[in-house]
């Protein structure tokens, strides 16, 4: 119910108001007041909707009131009642943001008409703000599946630049800064630490935190100005950390890849942080991909960046043969170049270890491989490295008969029913027991785009069915097809049809729009 105050030194002024206005309002609360000093003390328990005020009152004028009164409660409507009718008095009042303005002595009907117009546009304000909250609270319940959804397409896919561009804008971070990667590896039986490490992240505001694949945690951090990237990023490896009582660290390491520019370059820092995490022996439990590269540290064939990328792609296809190929070729080659054996058999593991989290990426279950013996020359080095490569590619090809033929066909029928809910590859995953990316990969293969394409056409073409019914508003389609912003709705429409959606609209229904 609304509720009205009444503001004017004239009694007989007052109750006439108040006898009009119950008369047109049956459902108005309506309280008065008898000077401007009054009427401010009683705006704060009443807390009326709207003021009728007189702007010629003794003492504190009504211009004064409303002066008072607009700068701690900014919602309240005024509308001034006043016989003087002077332009000093109107401009003064329009500057207040006052709504209205009647002369004494006006008509019944244009008292009502004049009240109810504002009325209205309260009623309108009210219902907006409560939309907009809505939208606001249903963002923040959805603002961690989004993080962790950009941080997947991100790292492991192909992004839509429309989506992505309305994601990120979403989360308001400045991603004009530099960012960089960090890959967190848990030890077995702690991923329920993910909860706290998402927790730690988020209270600083640092970055995004992915999903849990396997047992690492993939962050996409940004750089603060003033403080050096090395400092901030050993600073928040440590407070990460920090939480572990040290008798419990085993396991536990944090890898950090180098610094870039844009969104899309972070999936090399991401790899470069994979790689910064091969030996977690070290009592640190935190090390920089800049130092696993340093000039003296030997990293025969895997310094190169673009290796690196090559690599995690033919893991990531199974690509096993063509992998044990080339690594025997190397070993070959230092054979014949009387390269000291230890180290490039760790020069190998390393190479065997990189691929494991790759595999753990996919979900892809296994232990740490490991060489069962010390080579005492490279034919035996050969031997076990070329063991180790094809105990990874069977479990990767279990991993791949455990999935059904027909995986595609229902995910995309879960997709296509649940398109109207806040979904994700993340969520998908854990409905399908898959990996985000191993999802994502399948369709690319299988359909040839990414989820996030198949997800908007099945949600566009319910938009589509919809629009045939004249009755639904556009407001009403956005929030049913699962948007939870019209412009953003009309922007997506757009881009995938061509034309807006009212014009679309207009021109199924023929122009009965």
């Known amino acids: 119910m609304m509720k009205l105050l009444i503001v004017d030194d004239e009694q007989v002024g007052r109750e006439g108001l108040q006898a009009i206005l119950q008369k047109g309002f049956t459902d108005l609360i309506i309280e008065q007041a008898p000077n401007g000093r009054i009427a401010i003390s009683m705006v704060e328990h009443f807390q009326p909707d709207l003021i009728l005020m007189d702007i010629k009152m003794p003492g504190m004028d009504g211009l004064e009131t409303t002066e008072h009164i607009a700068?701690?409660?900014?919602?309240?409507?005024?509308?001034?009642?006043?016989?003087?009718?002077?332009?000093?008095?109107?401009?003064?009042?329009?500057?207040?943001?006052?709504?209205?303005?009647?002369?004494?002595?006006s008509k019944a009907s244009e008292i009502v008409s004049t009240v109810k117009r504002v009325l209205e546009q309260i009623t309108q304000e009210q219902l907006d703000?409560?939309?907009?909250?809505?939208?606001?609270?249903?963002?923040?319940k959805v603002m961690p599946v989004i993080e962790a959804d950009i941080v997947t397409q991100l790292l492991f896919d192909h992004v839509h630049q429309v989506h992505s561009d309305e994601l990120v804008r979403w989360l308001g971070v400045d991603t004009d800064s530099d960012k960089?990667?960090?890959?967190i590896l848990l030890p077995a039986g702690r991923e329920n630490a993910y909860t706290m490490i998402k927790e730690k992240i988020?209270?600083?505001?640092?970055?995004?935190?992915?999903?849990?694949?396997?047992?690492?945690?993939?962050?996409?951090?940004?750089?603060?100005?003033?403080?050096?990237?090395?400092?901030?990023?050993?600073?928040?490896?440590?407070?990460?950390?920090?939480?572990?009582?040290?008798?419990?660290?085993?396991?536990?390491?944090?890898?950090?890849?180098?610094?870039?520019?844009?969104?899309?370059?972070?999936?090399?820092?991401?790899?470069?942080?994979?790689?910064?995490t091969m030996d977690v022996s070290l009592?640190?439990?935190?090390?920089?991909?800049?130092?696993?590269?340093?000039?003296?540290?030997?990293?025969?064939?895997?310094?190169?960046?673009?290796?690196?990328q090559h690599f995690f792609e033919q893991v990531r296809l199974g690509e096993w043969q063509t992998i044990c190929e080339d690594t025997m070729e190397m070993l070959r080659r230092y054979e014949n170049q009387g390269a000291n054996r230890l180290q490039i058999q760790q020069r190998v593991l390393e190479r065997i270890w990189i691929?494991?989290?790759?595999?753990?990426?996919?979900?892809?279950?296994?232990?740490?491989?490991?060489?069962?013996?010390?080579?005492?020359?490279?034919?035996?080095?050969?031997?076990?490295?070329?063991?180790?490569?094809?105990?990874?590619?069977?479990?990767?090809?279990?991993?791949?008969?455990?999935?059904?033929?027909?995986?595609?066909?229902?995910?995309?029928?879960?997709?296509?029913?649940?398109?109207?809910?806040?979904?994700?590859?993340?969520?998908?995953?854990?409905?399908?027991?898959?990996?985000?990316?191993?999802?994502?990969?399948?369709?690319?293969?299988?359909?040839?785009?990414?989820?996030?394409?198949?997800l908007t056409e099945c949600r566009i073409?319910?938009?589509?069915?919809?629009?045939?019914?004249?009755?639904?508003?556009?407001?009403?389609?956005?929030?049913?097809?699962?948007?939870?912003?019209?412009?953003?709705?009309?922007?997506?429409?757009?881009?995938?049809?061509?034309?807006?959606p009212t014009e679309y609209r207009k021109s199924l229904l023929g122009g009965r729009v």
């Not at 960089?180 to 890959?183: E, I």
């Not at 940004?222 to 050096?228: E, H, I, K």
């Not at 699962?482 to 757009?494: A, E, R």
């Open 129 to 140: 703000r409560e939309q907009s909250r809505l939208r606001s609270d249903a963002l923040q």
């Open 461 to 500: 073409n319910k938009a589509k069915k919809l629009m045939i019914d004249p009755l639904r508003s556009m407001k009403e389609i956005t929030f049913e097809v699962g948007y939870h912003d019209p412009n953003y709705f009309s922007k997506v429409f757009k881009k995938m049809c061509d034309v807006s």
């Open 180 to 183: 960089f990667a960090m890959a």
């Open 202 to 276: 988020s209270a600083t505001g640092s970055g995004w935190v992915g999903a849990l694949y396997g047992r690492q945690i993939p962050v996409i951090a940004f750089r603060q100005s003033g403080v050096s990237f090395r400092s901030q990023a050993a600073a928040l490896a440590r407070d990460l950390l920090s939480s572990i009582r040290p008798d419990e660290r085993e396991g536990w390491f944090v890898g950090i890849g180098n610094t870039c520019e844009s969104l899309s370059q972070v999936r090399q820092s991401y790899q470069e942080a994979l790689i910064a």
């Open 71 to 105: 700068g701690a409660f900014p919602d309240i409507k005024v509308i001034m009642f006043t016989a003087y009718d002077t332009f000093d008095y109107a401009r003064r009042a329009i500057k207040l943001g006052v709504k209205d303005y009647l002369l004494k002595p």
């Open 283 to 308: 009592p640190v439990k935190y090390r920089f991909y800049a130092d696993v590269s340093a000039p003296g540290a030997a990293h025969p064939d895997s310094t190169s960046r673009s290796w690196e």
């Open 355 to 454: 691929a494991s989290r790759v595999l753990a990426e996919m979900g892809v279950e296994m232990d740490t491989p490991l060489y069962s013996f010390e080579a005492q020359d490279y034919r035996q080095l050969r031997i076990e490295t070329a063991r180790i490569w094809d105990q990874m590619r069977m479990l990767h090809d279990e991993h791949l008969e455990r999935i059904k033929p027909d995986t595609i066909r229902r995910i995309k029928q879960y997709i296509t029913e649940h398109s109207h809910q806040d979904i994700s590859l993340e969520g998908i995953g854990e409905r399908f027991e898959l990996s985000p990316f191993y999802i994502s990969k399948l369709f690319k293969e299988q359909l040839g785009v990414n989820y996030i394409d198949f």
